[in-house]
């Protein structure tokens, strides 16, 4: 049923795997046509969940691929590219964070972030979960070049795997804009429009990164690892943070596990 995907070229298959994880963005977005807003509970949960899922992703779907790639070129050194791309995504994701005017969306009244602007707030929240999809729809397109590559641990089936997981976490995402947007007075169409397009950037991000590596295979190990460094960052500088802003700490904690379990199910099992 999937030899059409897998024929494909892998920047296609990226593009297709990132429409999809823009699909689910879109989605969650359509929330604010069933109500008003979530129980602040539900949606810390669902970003604990998504954070859960970046975690596991980053290593089962990135770290380990790199490691794997760098020690059949680099021997004992093998983790010097790892590190380095791991760190560099993260220093990215900080440099966009600081120069990027953003409100979080777990605080969507709280006070904007980065340099001053007098950008709507709309704007800003759309803006913030747009810096947290670059680096998913990055992780995308590179697991996908990276199992055209033929690597050992980077195949069709764990690239899919890191797509779903991926697509599962954005149905929150789309959601943490559209709700807050109708619930300051939006109308539903403009709230649900936004909170889709902010998962525009991913086929644009996949598509970059499948592309990066296809043409240049020696930057596997930095690419697989700089993206997982960016969803790293944006796990412990947003979705925690913001889950835990006053629910009950145990709920979100489980949300977490069951995040990264899903995630490391999906990678062993399709990869």
Known sequence: MLSWFIDLHPVAQAFVATCFTWGITTAGAALVFLVRQARPLVMDAMLGFAAGVMIAASYWSLLAPALDLAAETMGPSAWVPVVVGFLAGGLVLLLVDKT?????????????????????????????????????????????????AEMSDATIGA???????????????????????????????????????????????????????????????????????????????????????GSRSEVITMSVMAGFALMMVLDVALG
Not at 123 to 130: G, K, P, Y
Not at 215 to 241: D, N, R, T
């Open 159 to 245: 690239a899919l795997a890191l797509a779903l997981g991926i697509g599962i976490q954005n149905f929150p995402e789309g959601a943490a804009v559209s709700l807050p947007l109708r619930r300051e007075g939006m109308s539903r169409r403009r709230s649900f429009m936004w909170g889709q397009f902010s998962g525009l950037v991913e086929p644009i991000a996949g598509v970059a990164g499948a592309l990066s590596v296809v043409l240049a295979k020696p930057l596997l190990p930095y690419a697989l690892s700089f993206a997982a460094g960016a969803m790293i960052y944006v796990v412990a500088e947003e979705l925690i943070p913001e889950a835990h802003r």
């Open 100 to 148: 990027v005017p953003h409100v979080h969306p777990g605080f969507p009244n709280g006070p904007a972030e980065g340099p001053h602007t007098s950008w709507h707030r709309s704007i800003l929240l759309v803006m913030a979960i747009t810096i947290h999809n670059i680096p998913e729809g990055l992780a995308v397109g590179v697991a996908f070049g990276a199992a055209a």
